[in-house]
């Protein structure tokens, strides 16, 4: 189950956020919030990204400014494209499977909820592509309402 762990999604988020433009690690760390369930740790942030970087997948190059210190700031090379476009194809199909788990998820305590014990039988009915949906249905689910 370490593939469902937020902490694995930290570094596709990352070459993501790169990939739209490159940034300064805090800036990306403020950047990642929406997307990513992590604890705000900026500290995780900057450790990912010279994992990235020591894998060829970032680069970072120094900028001085006229008002602070120096800043690092991060791109994604294309080494690190390729990655997020492999990355993002496992992580589709993640997203099918979790949608087909949870849509059977909700029909098993629904099921549950209006007490049919056969909330747990699997109904093995074809699609119109010949597939089987695996979903869970009730034994009177093709009946009419009160027979």
Same mark, same amino acid.
């Given at each position: 189950?370490?593939?469902? #762990? /937020?902490? &694995?999604?930290?570094? /596709?988020?990352?070459?993501?956020?790169?990939? #739209?433009?490159?940034?300064?690690?805090?800036?990306?760390?403020?950047?990642?919030?929406?997307?990513?369930?992590?604890?705000?740790?900026?500290?995780?942030?900057?450790?990912?990204?010279?994992?990235? #970087?020591?894998?060829?997948?970032?680069?970072?190059?120094?900028?001085?400014?006229?008002?602070? /210190?120096?800043?690092? @700031? !991060? !791109?994604? @090379? /294309?080494?690190?494209? &390729?990655?997020?476009?492999?990355?993002?194809? *496992?992580?589709?199909?993640?997203?099918?499977?979790?949608?087909?788990?949870?849509?059977?998820?909700?029909?098993?305590?629904?099921?549950?909820?209006?007490?049919?014990?056969?909330?747990?039988?699997?109904?093995?009915?074809?699609? *119109? !592509?010949?597939? @089987?949906?695996?979903?869970?249905? *009730?034994?009177?689910? &093709?009946?009419?309402?009160?027979?």
């Amino acid at each position: 189950m370490a593939e469902l #762990e /937020p902490r &694995n999604f930290l570094q /596709p988020c990352l070459l993501l956020l790169l990939r #739209e433009q490159p940034d300064h690690g805090y800036e990306l760390a403020a950047r990642l919030r929406p997307m990513h369930d992590g604890d705000g740790d900026a500290g995780g942030v900057y450790r990912a990204l010279r994992s990235l #970087e020591r894998h060829g997948l970032v680069r970072s190059e120094w900028q001085t400014s006229d008002v602070g /210190p120096a800043r690092r @700031t !991060y !791109y994604v @090379t /294309p080494e690190g494209v &390729n990655c997020l476009d492999s990355l993002a194809d *496992s992580l589709g199909q993640t997203h099918e499977a979790l949608h087909i788990f949870l849509d059977r998820y909700a029909r098993v305590v629904a099921a549950a909820k209006r007490g049919c014990p056969e909330g747990s039988r699997i109904d093995r009915r074809a699609d *119109s !592509y010949g597939r @089987t949906n695996g979903v869970h249905a *009730s034994r009177g689910a &093709n009946r009419p309402a009160g027979h």
